[in-house]
């Protein structure tokens, strides 16, 4: 493994489990579906942040830091994990989240506040709008920050993915497996870009069918552009020669109309479906919305048939808790 890959700081349980999905394959018998099970990566629950805080606390500790400020919404899975990793590797944490203070705290912010995060509540801003003035507020208390981006999507958090295609590639190779396309849940950038540059690193090959939930950009420029700029910086730190262009970046956007949070009723089904058919459950703004586009894809063939089709699953559990009264 490549030194900087190395360095990274224990969180979670690895490798996740990569699991046939038995009685939906059967449901759909032109493909033969698998999970990856990354909703089991621990840190309060799990989810897909873990493998990018291994990084984005290993590089706090470098700078020798000692609170570490992010951002997201209030149902932020990101903020909830960093609270947990903060909680873990001993830092202060402050989450800089959406809207105002609610009366009840429920799901994803209920777990970041009993893992001991400094909760700032910041209107209509939630996606790291206000960090820099949070930072500033800290630093003339003397406190030295580290600053994670929304949704921890940095070149360094997105190493988190580059390891986990190893991680992947490892378990096909046991397995005697070959996969032939992934769908996951795509939003802030970082997960798509590790597993862009983590593909040629470890020459894995399958297609990506990265679902976009998010329509609202994110940056000052297109999410295409800046899942390209994370890659070209990745190439160089890991040392890839390929050339990548902007028509290498694919984003599904057709499943993310209603907007950032609304869960649907095509989210509830996915949720329901994979539930009732295989005891796994997903949450109603990431993965829900992306099994949900991956089950309508295969339902259309869309994609070639008789392929081995794999979901990585993001995690997202506690956002559940706080959608409750939309499931009846
Ligand atoms: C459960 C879940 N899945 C997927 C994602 C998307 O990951 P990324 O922001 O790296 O695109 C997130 C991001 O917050 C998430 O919480």
Same mark, same amino acid.
């Given at each position: 493994?490549?030194?900087?890959?190395? #360095? /990274?700081?224990?969180?979670?349980?690895?490798?996740?489990?990569?699991?046939?999905?038995?009685?939906?394959?059967?449901?759909?018998?032109?493909?033969?579906?698998?999970? !990856?099970?990354?909703?089991? $990566?621990?840190?309060?629950?799990?989810?897909? /942040?873990?493998?990018?805080?291994?990084?984005?606390?290993?590089?706090?500790?470098?700078?020798?830091?000692?609170?570490?400020?992010?951002?997201?919404?209030?149902?932020?899975?990101?903020?909830?994990?960093?609270?947990?990793?903060?909680?873990?590797? %001993?830092?202060?944490?402050?989450?800089?989240?959406? %809207?105002?203070?609610?009366?009840?705290?429920?799901?994803?912010?209920?777990?970041?506040?009993?893992?001991?995060? &400094?909760?700032?509540?910041?209107?209509?801003?939630?996606?790291?709008?206000?960090?820099?003035?949070? !930072?500033?507020?800290?630093?003339? /208390?003397?406190?030295?920050?580290? $600053?994670?981006?929304?949704?921890?999507?940095?070149?360094?958090?997105?190493?988190?993915?580059?390891?986990?295609?190893?991680?992947? &590639?490892?378990?096909? $190779?046991?397995?005697?497996?070959?996969?032939?396309?992934?769908?996951?849940?795509?939003?802030?950038?970082?997960?798509?870009?590790?597993?862009?540059?983590?593909?040629?690193?470890? @020459?894995?090959?399958?297609?990506?069918?990265?679902?976009?939930?998010?329509?609202?950009?994110?940056?000052?420029?297109?999410?295409?552009?800046?899942?390209? #700029?994370?890659? &070209?910086?990745?190439?160089?730190?890991?040392?890839?020669?390929?050339?990548?262009?902007?028509?290498?970046? &694919?984003?599904? /956007?057709?499943?993310?109309?209603?907007?950032?949070?609304?869960?649907? @009723?095509?989210?509830?089904?996915?949720?329901? @479906?994979?539930?009732?058919?295989?005891?796994?459950?997903?949450?109603?703004?990431? =993965?829900?919305?992306?099994?949900?586009?991956?089950?309508?894809?295969?339902?259309? #063939?869309?994609?070639?048939?008789? $392929?081995?089709?794999?979901?990585?699953? =993001?995690?997202?559990?506690?956002?559940?808790?706080?959608?409750?009264? !939309?499931?009846?």
């Amino acid at each position: 493994m490549k030194a900087i890959l190395r #360095n /990274k700081f224990d969180l979670g349980f690895f490798p996740t489990p990569l699991q046939h999905l038995k009685q939906l394959s059967k449901r759909y018998p032109d493909y033969n579906l698998y999970i !990856k099970r990354d909703d089991q $990566t621990g840190l309060a629950s799990g989810g897909n /942040k873990t493998r990018k805080l291994e990084y984005l606390i290993q590089e706090a500790i470098d700078e020798n830091c000692d609170t570490i400020i992010t951002a997201g919404a209030q149902q932020s899975n990101h903020c909830r994990q960093t609270a947990a990793a903060c909680a873990v590797a %001993g830092f202060e944490c402050h989450l800089i989240l959406g %809207g105002v203070n609610p009366k009840v705290f429920d799901g994803n912010l209920l777990l970041s506040y009993l893992l001991g995060a &400094k909760i700032h509540f910041s209107g209509e801003n939630r996606k790291g709008e206000d960090i820099e003035k949070v !930072k500033s507020e800290l630093e003339s /208390k003397g406190k030295k920050c580290f $600053t994670i981006p929304y949704g921890g999507s940095n070149i360094t958090g997105a190493l988190g993915f580059v390891n986990a295609v190893r991680e992947l &590639k490892e378990q096909l $190779t046991m397995q005697k497996l070959n996969i032939d396309y992934i769908f996951f849940a795509s939003s802030s950038g970082g997960t798509q870009a590790g597993l862009i540059l983590g593909m040629e690193l470890y @020459e894995l090959e399958t297609e990506l069918m990265p679902i976009n939930i998010d329509k609202i950009e994110t940056y000052d420029i297109p999410i295409e552009k800046y899942i390209l #700029n994370l890659v &070209k910086s990745g190439k160089e730190i890991l040392n890839i020669k390929r050339d990548y262009r902007l028509v290498d970046i &694919k984003l599904i /956007k057709d499943y993310d109309n209603a907007g950032y949070g609304i869960m649907t @009723e095509n989210e509830k089904s996915a949720i329901l @479906e994979l539930a009732r058919t295989e005891g796994i459950i997903l949450d109603p703004v990431y =993965t829900g919305r992306a099994f949900n586009g991956m089950l309508d894809i295969i339902n259309n #063939n869309k994609i070639q048939s008789n $392929t081995n089709v794999l979901f990585w699953h =993001t995690g997202g559990l506690p956002a559940n808790f706080h959608y409750a009264d !939309k499931f009846f």
